[in-house]
């Protein structure tokens, strides 16, 4: 099988990226025998093999430029075509130009993929306040008559998409994938080690919030939960890349001798490892209005093991599924600092409270998930059978 994706890839600091990387990766060790393309955005830079799953990546479009997705099929010619074309898509990325649905259909026509599918990483309702909203929508709902299928992470974004008349049998969930924290075993004083932070920094139990730091992370909201708690023992870990400068009086708020702040771009090995050195993982989310997404975060989090603080909103649907008691409202500062003292007096009931949260996490690990796509990809390619591949 011929498989081509088209999205982000690292070294661009991007999670649609990641989550791509992550896919193909756990694809080639369970169908060895596949042929793996990234068409990628052109700051990866040089066209190179990736070493984790053997890709090719191809420096292809460029974000939220509608004029170079017409190289998409140029790139798929050279190639000889594919069995798959499956797009990795975010508003953030494409926008939602219908130039990307023309050049699939264009792409569909000329026989260079045999069946073309997207993942809809966000999915908008048409209340939200986005101004982009409409083109979104509009985007959303004529998917079905210009690829084979589109597939979602969660029940909200599934039904969202129903509810704007998309045929179920077009939708398919696939939640992300999940990391089982290989770093748990590792005593705390050499993964402390490893991150570059000093152990003897480390007092008290541990809560941690790492990954890209926007505004709806709830940095404000954690600031105010720290106040509520008060001179109470612990450590603060905050670690990520600022995609907004203003957080950063967020950060000047928290006691020093309780915050260690890592300001960098953190791989997945050092998420992994936060996660690690972690008792309490933190998510205290803002509400996105009108916006339907999953956490890749909580993915790589919930595989460790650890109790798990979010907010109940649609993107930590799934701890709201699988531990409702540890979700607080979103914007609720007192509600968060009275589940974090909780959370620290019966850790040994919050970690059993958890179980069914781990038992998902191991449920989605991502060669799980893999194998629910190359699945779909089967049935795709059997229904379109007569969809021959060109041969160039």
Not at 27 to 54: C, F, R
Not at 121 to 140: I, T, Y
Request: with cysteine; net charge positive.
């Amino acid at each position: 099988m011929k498989i081509a994706y088209l999205s982000t890839y690292p070294p661009i600091h991007c999670g649609i990226g990641e989550y791509t990387r992550f896919l193909v990766t756990a694809l080639s060790g369970i169908h060895p025998s596949g042929k793996y393309y990234i068409l990628a955005e052109e700051g990866v830079g040089e066209e190179y093999i990736d070493p984790s799953s053997g890709a090719k990546v191809i420096p292809t479009f460029r974000k939220q430029d509608p004029k170079t997705f017409y190289n998409i099929a140029s790139v798929l010619e050279k190639i000889g075509g594919v069995d798959i074309l499956h797009v990795q898509h975010e508003y953030s990325i494409y926008s939602g130009d219908r130039r990307l649905l023309e050049v699939l259909t264009d792409i569909r026509l000329r026989g260079l993929a045999r069946a073309i599918v997207v993942t809809l990483h966000s999915v908008h309702h048409p209340l939200s306040p986005d101004e982009g909203k409409w083109n979104a929508v509009r985007f959303q709902r004529a998917l079905p008559e210009h690829v084979d299928a589109v597939i979602v992470h969660s029940s909200p974004q599934e039904f969202e998409l129903q509810s704007q008349g998309l045929p179920f049998t077009f939708i398919h969930r696939i939640p992300h994938g999940t990391f089982v924290n290989p770093y748990l075993a590792e005593p705390r004083i050499l993964i402390a080690r490893k991150l570059g932070l000093d152990p003897s920094r480390l007092e008290g139990p541990i809560i941690s919030l790492a990954g890209f730091l926007h505004r709806h992370k709830g940095l404000d909201v954690l600031v105010e939960a720290l106040d509520y708690i008060g001179n109470r023992r612990l450590t603060v870990i905050i670690g990520g890349e600022l995609k907004d400068p203003s957080i950063k009086e967020y950060l000047e708020k928290i006691d020093r001798n309780k915050l260690v702040f890592t300001e960098k771009y953190l791989s997945s090995t050092e998420i992994l490892s936060i996660a690690a050195l972690a008792d309490i993982i933190i998510m205290p989310y803002h509400d996105i209005r009108g916006l339907y997404s999953v956490s890749g975060i909580l993915h790589l989090s919930m595989g460790s093991l650890k109790p798990i603080i979010g907010t109940r909103v649609p993107k930590l649907v799934e701890l709201y599924s699988y531990a409702p008691r540890l979700t607080v409202p979103s914007m609720d500062p007192r509600a968060l600092a009275e589940r974090i003292i909780w959370t620290v007096k019966n850790y040994d009931i919050a970690t059993a409270y958890a179980s069914q949260l781990y038992s998902y996490a191991v449920r989605t690990e991502w060669r799980r998930m893999a194998r629910r796509h190359l699945s779909l990809y089967r049935v795709l390619l059997k229904n379109n059978h007569g969809n021959s591949r060109i041969n160039l």
